[in-house]
């Protein structure tokens, strides 16, 4: 079935690095990737990572993806109030010739100052 | 700016009104989507349309009805809602049909 699992809430402190976590199910999907949603708006696409790759780094960003548990995580380095969000993680799914995108419920970031 | 416009950004209307959500994206894409957001529920795809055709309708009711005049424009036409409708509507464009999907800001929609 489709599935992707996300923890609901994360809180750290300005500067420390934060950790955002995500399982999915179905081990074909192509691209893996992580959406940012600030309150009132909609999502914005943050980094994404091919199913052959096993790591990302774009600026602060870093995604690591271990395909054999099926787990993809976002690390935030310096992490800054600014990046207090929801982030959604989303596993895309060959579906009827288009490319579907099944997203978690999404991980709150607090950070504090 | 994401280079997908929707409008309006909030609307409240009533159970037998009929209204429009306007989706429109400059990004030169060719695939456009919609999505309904609902609290503590993941997005849920509602359309894609392809190329201005219709590739998938997420069994959504009747009383939501989307149409594609051409690639840059997208609409939702909304008529005989349910109190269970409200939430935020996304809307989304990718290049083609398999690359990654960017969003607007959304239509916060509220059935009286």
Partial sequence: GEDVEQSLFLSVREGDSSVINCTYTDSSS????????????????????????????DQRLTVLLNKKDKHLSLRIADTQTGDSAIYFCAESMDHTGFQKLVFGTGTRLLVSP | ETGVTQTPRHLVMGMTNKKSLKCEQHLGHNAMYWYKQSAKKPLELMFVYSLEERVENNSVPSRFSPECPNSSHLFLHLHTLQPEDSALYLCASSRDRNQPQHFGDGTRLSIL
Avoid: V
Avoid at chain 1, 35 to 48: D, N, S
């Fill in chain 1, 30 to 57: 192509t691209y893996l990737y992580w959406y940012k949603q600030e309150p009132g708006a909609g999502l914005q696409l943050l980094t994404y990572i091919f199913s052959n790759m096993d790591m990302k780094q």
